[in-house]
């Protein structure tokens, strides 16, 4: 079975524009989660979906919204960017929220 | 609050050597315990899960673990690492509902030399 994917890997935008960031589960998982990792740290937690539903929310702004589709793939947005917004941005997919698998990521570097 | 230590942010060591990575966690609530690891601009790997059951845990790759309630710590361990384990290890904890997030530790540094 594929694993989760990720699109773009790289993205390279300017401060105050918008960017989506997009996700597809595994085939079979329904919970897809969204982390933010900076260079040097740990992943941090954004948003978690579970059958198209909001089931968590991380200590991240109001800039940050993501959503699930029909199909379980997800999309993360960010509006305004930041300097700060520079991160490593990653996916990951369960069946029902806990053994989350991730995909390889999406780089975005703010300029 | 929840909170993963992992209390050495580099270990080198030569190959073949046993190596043992460290974590702690804070938490008042029961708990599943994870490492992952990542290597570089790659995401991030289950290498291996506690959820429930027998305290020690294999995973992939020859590593394996052990959760020690009483000591709150869930030591990662390989008896003989390779040149191909030079990576990032993360130990995360997750609350035992199911739906919650994924809480890291800082990451350990594994550099394996000849």
């Known amino acids: 079975d594929a694993g989760v994917t990720q699109s773009p890997t790289h993205l390279i935008k300017t401060r105050g524009q918008h960017v989506t960031l997009r996700c597809s589960p595994i085939s079979g998982h329904k919970s897809v989660s969204w982390y933010q990792q900076v260079l040097g740290q740990g992943p941090q937690f954004i948003f978690q979906?579970?059958?198209?539903?909001?089931?968590g929310r991380g200590n991240f702004p109001d800039r940050f919204s993501a959503r699930q589709f029909p199909n379980y793939s997800s999309e993360l947005n960010v509006n305004a960017l930041l300097l700060g917004d520079s991160a490593l941005y990653l996916c990951a997919s369960s069946r029902q929220g806990y053994e989350q698998y991730f995909g390889p990521g999406t780089r975005l570097t703010v300029t | 609050a929840q909170s993963v230590t992992q209390l050495d942010s580099q270990v080198p060591v030569f190959e073949e050597a046993p190596v043992e990575l460290r974590c702690n966690y804070s938490?008042?609530?029961?708990?599943?315990l994870f490492w992952y690891v990542q290597y570089p601009n790659q995401g991030l790997q289950l290498l291996l899960k506690?959820?429930?059951?027998?305290?020690l845990v294999k995973g992939i790759n020859g590593f394996e673990a052990e959760f020690n309630k009483s000591q709150t710590s869930f030591h990662l361990r390989k008896p003989s690492v390779h040149i191909s384990d030079t990576a990032e290890y993360f130990c995360?904890?997750?609350?035992?509902?199911?739906?919650?997030?994924?809480?890291f530790g800082k990451g350990t540094t594994l550099s394996v030399s000849s």
């Open positions: 995360a904890l997750q609350n035992d509902q199911a739906g919650t997030a994924l809480i």
């Open positions: 506690y959820l429930s059951g027998s305290t």
């Open positions: 979906y579970y059958e198209k539903e909001e089931r």
């Open positions: 938490s008042s609530v029961s708990v599943y």
